[in-house]
């Protein structure tokens, strides 16, 4: 069992910039890709960023590129999404989960792990 603890989320103005963080325990997060999902109020939940077990290898949605930057310190079993320039329309509940290698990043379904979540506030 991998058990994965978000932090790092709060109240923004827009056009500012904060960092989460994703801390595995239970397992080691080395041998997982990681994707970073968030869900507005009223919304599903959808794909934001995801990151090959090497972290050589990355996937963004449209709306976050060159803005988000999703990494990897797998000594320290974290995954990093850092984000910049927020928008209002980035506010959400922010979810780490954790797959097994392989394709379809974007795919919930391929999630075995998730976090709790941490929100996400930006204010206009």
């Known amino acids: 069992q991998v058990q994965l603890v978000e932090s790092g989320g709060g109240l923004v103005q827009a056009g500012g910039s904060l960092r989460l963080s994703c801390v595995g325990s239970?397992?080691?997060?080395?041998?997982?890709?990681m994707g970073w999902f968030r869900q507005a109020p009223g919304k599903e939940r959808e794909f934001v960023a995801a990151?090959?077990?090497?972290?050589?290898?990355?996937y963004y949605r449209d709306s976050v590129k060159g803005r988000f930057t999703i990494s990897r310190d797998n000594a320290k079993n974290t995954v990093y999404l850092q984000m910049h320039t927020l928008k209002s329309e980035d506010t959400a509940v922010y979810y780490c989960?954790?797959?097994?290698?392989?394709?379809?990043?974007?795919?919930?379904?391929?999630?075995?792990?998730w976090g709790q979540g941490t929100q996400i506030t930006v204010s206009s």
């Open positions: 989960a954790a797959a097994p290698p392989g394709r379809d990043w974007d795919r919930q379904s391929r999630y075995d792990y």
């Open positions: 239970g397992r080691t997060l080395s041998s997982y890709a």
């Open positions: 990151i090959s077990w090497s972290g050589l290898s990355t």
